[in-house]
């Protein structure tokens, strides 16, 4: 199985919905997946509860006092929506539970500035620095044209872990967090420039160059 985490100590920079969306994304591909929800917050597991029947199924996995005894052994893929504000040695387990790490960061100095830290730390975890397990960092809500948008894209760009998406703010991801779907559940008309953004994302998931 592998394990997909969704981790920065900032919140609201887009954890949820990056991992609601991977799961769907996943799961839409044919491959059987899990969703496991480690922020007392709830939002991936909600998101679960508000998916259709009709849609590619996936597994619900309890909390972080739960560990991970109840994950599904048939998944092929487990999508973890990590807690904010994690660090030191719940950091270091959280870490041990993935072999891919994405990290969204959003366009505001408030939120570059705590992942400068957030990195930093990440970095200096023996399982990174061994590459066991490997981190990418995503843009969110990004809007073109704006000058943090570019103070973002060069942040990012510099900050030597590999940047591998900028994906833009958009009702898509409301609309489609309301309805337990993922942007790639939404009809194409709408959400074709959401899909072209995550293209990378995805090329990045599905290859080795994601995976220790
Ligand atoms: N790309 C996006 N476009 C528009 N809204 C977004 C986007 N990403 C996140 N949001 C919204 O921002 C808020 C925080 O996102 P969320 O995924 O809950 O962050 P976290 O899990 O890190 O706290 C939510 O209201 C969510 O709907
Ligand atoms: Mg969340």
Redo the contacts with the bound molecule.
């Keep these: 199985m592998r394990h997909i985490m969704v981790l920065?100590a900032?919140?609201?920079?887009?954890?949820?919905?990056?991992a609601t969306n991977i799961a769907s994304y996943f799961a839409t591909q044919g491959a059987a997946v899990a969703l496991a929800d480690y922020?007392p917050?709830r939002?991936s597991l909600d998101w679960l509860d508000r998916r259709p029947d009709n849609r590619a199924s996936i597994a619900a996995v309890a909390g972080f006092e739960d560990g991970l005894r109840k994950a599904p052994r048939n998944a092929d893929i487990l999508v973890i929506?990590a807690p904010?504000r994690s660090h030191g040695s719940e950091l270091t387990d959280l870490v041990k539970h993935a072999e891919t790490i994405v990290v969204?960061v959003l366009p505001s100095t408030i939120d570059m500035q705590a992942t400068t830290a957030f990195l930093e730390e990440l970095k200096n975890l023996t399982k990174i620095e061994k590459k066991q397990a490997k981190v990418a960092v995503v843009a969110?809500?990004v809007r073109e044209n704006t000058l943090i948008y570019d103070d973002l894209d060069e942040y990012l760009t510099n900050v030597r872990v590999p940047y591998i998406a900028a994906?833009?703010?958009?009702?898509n991801?409301?609309r489609a967090?309301t309805r337990g779907i993922g942007i790639f559940e939404l009809p194409e008309y709408l959400a074709w420039p959401d899909w072209d953004e995550w293209e990378p994302l995805t090329a990045w998931l599905r290859t080795k160059r994601s995976q220790p």
């Design positions: 920065n900032k919140g609201g920079c887009g954890k949820s919905t990056l922020d917050q939002s929506d904010a969204p969110n809500r994906l833009r703010d958009a009702q991801y409301v967090y």
